[in-house]
Structure formats: C-alpha cells, structure tokens
C-alpha cells in the first residue's frame, strides 16, 4: 500500500511540476509607457491592462486588419492614417463599409492615455470598449464581434499571437479589445517643436513666438497645453448641417443645453488632420479663421467665449499660423512602430 501510494504522490507532483512548467514558459516582454516630462497622470488604469510588446504587436495587427469589417476592405488604420496623425486625411467625412459615408470626419489618435471619454460626442466612457462602436455601425465597418472572433480564431498566426500576449490561444473580446488598446495608448504624441522648445531643447523664431503670444490670448482658453484641448463640449458657432443632422452631445445626453456641442479637438498635429470640424467641412485653417471672425451663426448654445465671435486681424493669423506648424510631431507620424505592418522594416523595440 505505501509503494502503491507513494506512486501517487509522485505522479501528483509530476502533474503539479508539469503545470508549473507550461505556466513559467509564458512571459511577456513589459513595454514601458514614459509619461512626457510635465504632463499629468494618465486616466489610464494600466493595471488592468499591463503593456507587453505581445500585446501591443497583437493590437496593431488587429489595428490594420481589414477582417474586422463585414467585407474585408476596411480597418481602422483606412480611417486612422499615421501621415494624417491617425485621423481622416482628406476627405471631410469618413469612409465606411459599401462606399458608405460616415456622418463625421474621423479624429486624431493621439496620447489616448489621458482621455476619460471618446467619439466626438463624447458617447463612449473607456478606451476597451470604443473599438466596438466603429465595427458594428452599419455605416463605418458594420460587423459583428461575433463574427470578428469567428474570422480571427481560424487564423493560426492570430492563435499564436493571442498566447503569446495572453497565455493561451483563447481569442475573446475582452483580449481582443484589451490588445487594441495597448497598440493606442502608445501613440503618444510629444515630441514637437513645441515640445522641443519647453524643454529649452529648442527655440521659436520669431513669427513663431509671436504667434505663441496670440495664441495664448486667443485660443488657450479651449485648447490647454500640453494636449492642445481641454476635453470639454462646445458649440463653436457652427450651424447644423441639415443633411447630416448630427446635433453632437445632445444625442448622448438628450439635454437641449448640449446642442451642437462637440469635444474640442486637439491642436496637436493640426498641420496634418485637415479638413476641420466635426464634419470636415473646413478644407483649410484659413476657412478656420474666417468662420471665427465673420461667419459664426451663435445661438442659445454657443460657448460663452464665442458669443461675440473671434477677432482676428490677417496679421494675427499669419502668426498664429507660424507657431500652429511647430505642434507637428515628425517623429510621431514617421515612427516605424506605429506604422502599417510591411510599411517599415524597423524591428520592435522592447525597450521603448
């Protein structure tokens, strides 16, 4: 009995010894995310989520992959376009599934980290679950997730992928949202000019300075350093397109007071994400300039700052346009880590 026992307990601990080697043989490889010098704590709980270089690979595959719409055509990189600091390029609204378009001009993608909400609107509160809305809206890549997960699992380079960011080939939405994440709250943009020029890296010349000082006068009241925007939802004296209908925060709120309000864009990068406005119907910022200065049609809910539109002299312009073109971060928009897989040859890397 002691022989026959003895042989059960060593084949307990050779099943023991056998978990304990399958677990130890999944690591991942930590990726640091550098908080830029100055800027505040990130909304981001990155507790629940830790980055890993599987992770992130895992995300941006998922990122350019256009399986993860109905008919295979469109990603979310085709909205999302890195020259265009991962907004629409071009176009004033965005494409979608069918030659469709979109009732909006798809936003910048940049230092996510420290956004509480997302969409224009402001209609989704967390980062996991924004992905959801772009892939099931019958007019932008208008699938399921069901049928996302379905398509991903007989992918064996996926199942690869999965277990190495996760531990094991289970592919879910929570992992599958969690590793899209990971790929943007990377896309930190902080490296600008701008940036160069806090650090006393660098200096403005002098357009550039000048156009500093308006800028603080003018427009810093919306868009606040070091993200260029406050966060906030204003109406910024645009009328409402009749075609497209789109009264903004109101249709997440349902409050008249929220009428035409939209989240304030980011300055960051301005140079790169035209056309403007919620719906793109600036081309320019000289179209830009001329609605804050004689076109704005304020109502009952245009933001108080607004109410008596925008002065701005073409000298004024001039300058502020100078200091506008140094929030361009190239080392954002040409990062190889970033970019469409096969765009780059540029291997990861891990310590980033």
């Excluded at 100055?38 to 709980?45: A, D, I, R, S």
């Excluded at 995300?59 to 350019?64: A, H, R, T, V």
């Excluded at 007019?139 to 997960?149: F, G, K, Q, S």
Aim: aromatic letters at 12%; charged letters at 20%; glycine letters at 6%.
């Amino acid at each position: 009995m002691k022989v026959f026992t003895t042989i059960l307990i060593l084949i307990g601990f050779a099943f023991i010894g056998a978990s304990f080697i399958v677990i130890a043989k999944h690591k991942t490889t930590p990726l640091k995310f550098i908080v830029p010098k100055g800027w505040p704590k990130p909304e981001y709980n990155f507790k629940k989520n830790p980055l890993t270089v599987e992770g992130f690979e895992l995300g941006k595959k998922l990122f350019y992959d256009e399986r993860l719409s109905k008919d295979s055509t469109i990603s979310c990189g085709s909205c999302h376009q890195q020259f265009g600091a991962f907004a629409t390029y071009d176009h004033n609204l965005s494409h979608g599934f069918n030659n469709s378009l979109t009732n909006r001009n798809a936003p910048a993608l940049q230092n996510l980290a420290w956004q509480k909400e997302f969409m224009l609107d402001g209609g989704i509160n967390h980062l996991d679950v924004q992905p959801l809305a772009p892939i099931s809206a019958e007019n932008e890549m208008a699938e399921t997730i069901e049928n996302v997960i379905n398509k991903i699992q007989k992918d064996t380079a996926y199942r690869r992928m999965y277990k190495a960011a996760f531990g094991d080939e289970t592919v879910n939405t929570q992992r599958t949202m969690k590793a899209l994440s990971q790929f943007m709250l990377m896309l930190v943009s902080s490296n600008s000019k701008y940036d160069r020029v806090q650090r006393g890296e660098d200096s403005f010349n002098l357009p550039q300075r000048l156009g500093y000082e308006i800028f603080q006068q003018k427009c810093v009241s919306c868009h606040k350093p070091p993200f260029f925007t406050d966060f906030t939802y204003r109406n910024n004296g645009m009328p409402l397109d009749k075609t497209l209908n789109d009264v903004g925060r109101m249709l997440i709120t349902r409050n008249a007071n929220d009428s035409l309000k939209f989240r304030v864009p980011s300055l960051r990068n301005v140079m790169l994400t035209f056309p403007y406005g919620h719906d793109g119907r600036f081309f320019g910022l000289s179209n830009v300039f001329d609605h804050y200065r004689t076109k704005m049609q304020p109502i009952a809910t245009t933001d108080s700052l607004l109410k008596n539109k925008l002065y701005l002299s073409n000298f004024q312009i001039g300058q502020l346009t100078a200091f506008l073109y140094t929030l361009t971060d190239s080392s954002f928009i040409k990062n190889p880590l970033f970019a469409p897989p096969g765009y780059y040859t540029t291997p990861f890397i891990h310590n980033h």
